[in-house]
């Protein structure tokens, strides 16, 4: 049987509650899904089919939400999120994870949270939706991969200053990013042999140690040993030529060391088809590649590409981890 994905409300104040009902709109009855969160914060007039339990979900008809109630606190207001609200938002989160971690849902699809309102609200400590789901799998380390039919890119550091970034970078963090990635393109893509293309930190490379040593030093050591246990990685290679569309053909996913080295990328090619996926969990996550959105919410005029495409990802991940 195939199992629903778990879809969370993310913020109700942002875009997420429209986007589950124009996604399923889209979608039809094709993908099994369920929305958890408050039928209040869903836009005026959606037709919504209520669950007690995420095997319901399949057989409600593809012109209506299927909805795994939530309360919350509060009614929201598009654009303005409510402290009062904070603790729902965590709860959903720790509802769809248990959900997948009973064998009840295929995985799980985060929408769009606002850490800033969850801290202040709730003290959520997290980062973000990453760690805290890291967290709630007992699992110390996670890869983030943005992904899209063009372009899979794996940020080796993710969200700290550009300055700190070369003492954040370790051997041990790079050989566990690869690690974890290659086993990822294995068990969630079903690729047999995962082909990885190592980014270098500097400038063409450091160009033999001219513009810096990052790659003699640690990058090349960390892919030489991977490379001798018979791991597909090759590189450090210049970031500049990488993303062109012969480069794309000779790999499965583009390692890089920082944040903007990886997503400027994948969002020039593919900016509404980006998914952000996490690697190493114990059940499937996607989410889409977006905010909240507050400055446009409750307008209608938000896309759903992106959810779409993490709703199918989603689904695809769990058929591959199911085989």
């Given at each position: 049987?195939?199992?629903?994905?778990?879809?969370?409300?993310?913020?109700?104040?942002?875009?997420?509650?429209?986007?589950?009902?124009?996604?399923?709109?889209?979608?039809?009855?094709?993908?099994?899904?369920?929305?958890?969160?408050?039928?209040?914060?869903?836009?005026?007039?959606?037709?919504?089919?209520?669950?007690?339990?995420?095997?319901?979900?399949?057989?409600?008809?593809?012109?209506?939400?299927?909805?795994?109630?939530?309360?919350?606190?509060?009614?929201?207001?598009?654009?303005?999120?409510?402290?009062?609200?904070a603790r729902g938002v965590i709860?959903?989160?720790?509802?769809?994870?248990?959900?997948?971690?009973?064998?009840?849902?295929?995985?799980?699809?985060?929408?769009?949270?606002?850490?800033?309102?969850?801290?202040?609200?709730?003290?959520?400590?997290?980062?973000?939706?990453?760690?805290?789901?890291?967290?709630?799998?007992?699992?110390?380390?996670?890869?983030?991969?943005?992904?899209?039919?063009?372009?899979?890119?794996?940020?080796?550091?993710?969200?700290?200053?550009?300055?700190?970034?070369?003492?954040?970078?370790?051997?041990?963090?790079?050989?566990?990013?690869?690690?974890?990635?290659?086993?990822?393109?294995?068990?969630?893509?079903?690729?047999?042999?995962?082909?990885?293309?190592?980014?270098?930190?500097?400038?063409?490379?450091?160009?033999?140690?001219?513009?810096?040593?990052?790659?003699?030093?640690?990058?090349?050591p960390v892919v030489a040993k991977?490379?001798?246990?018979?791991?597909?990685?090759?590189?450090?290679?210049?970031?500049?030529?990488?993303?062109?569309?012969?480069?794309?053909?000779?790999?499965?996913?583009?390692?890089?060391?920082?944040?903007?080295?990886?997503?400027?990328?994948?969002?020039?090619?593919?900016?509404?088809?980006?998914?952000?996926?996490?690697?190493?969990?114990?059940?499937?996550?996607?989410?889409?590649?977006?905010?909240?959105?507050?400055?446009?919410?409750?307008?209608?005029?938000?896309?759903?590409?992106?959810?779409?495409?993490?709703?199918?990802?989603?689904?695809?991940?769990?058929?591959?981890?199911?085989?």
């Open positions: 049987m195939t199992l629903p994905i778990a879809l969370t409300c993310g913020e109700p104040a942002g875009v997420g509650p429209e986007l589950a009902v124009a996604a399923r709109a889209a979608l039809g009855d094709s993908l099994p899904l369920f929305w958890i969160g408050d039928p209040r914060h869903l836009p005026k007039g959606t037709a919504i089919a209520e669950i007690h339990d995420p095997t319901q979900a399949a057989a409600v008809s593809g012109d209506m939400l299927p909805v795994l109630s939530h309360r919350f606190a509060t009614r929201s207001q598009p654009g303005q999120p409510a402290a009062a609200n709860e959903v989160i720790e509802r769809a994870v248990a959900l997948v971690q009973a064998g009840k849902a295929g995985g799980v699809c985060t929408a769009p949270i606002h850490k800033k309102a969850l801290k202040d609200g709730a003290g959520f400590a997290f980062p973000g939706h990453t760690e805290f789901l890291a967290h709630l799998a007992g699992v110390d380390r996670v890869v983030m991969m943005l992904a899209s039919p063009l372009l899979r890119v794996v940020p080796v550091t993710i969200h700290i200053p550009l300055c700190d970034v070369p003492a954040a970078l370790t051997a041990d963090l790079l050989e566990d990013t690869l690690r974890i990635t290659e086993a990822g393109l294995r068990r969630d893509f079903g690729i047999a042999a995962p082909r990885l293309a190592v980014a270098g930190l500097n400038p063409h490379a450091g160009e033999g140690g001219a513009m810096g040593r990052e790659e003699i030093d640690l990058i090349r991977l490379r001798a246990e018979g791991m597909a990685v090759t590189g450090p290679a210049s970031a500049d030529t990488m993303f062109h569309a012969r480069a794309r053909a000779g790999y499965d996913v583009a390692v890089c060391m920082y944040h903007d080295q990886a997503l400027i990328p994948i969002k020039t090619l593919d900016f509404d088809g980006g998914v952000n996926v996490t690697l190493g969990l114990p059940f499937v996550r996607t989410s889409p590649d977006h905010g909240t959105a507050f400055d446009i919410a409750g307008q209608g005029i938000a896309k759903p590409d992106s959810l779409i495409a993490a709703l199918k990802l989603a689904a695809e991940m769990a058929a591959a981890r199911h085989r």
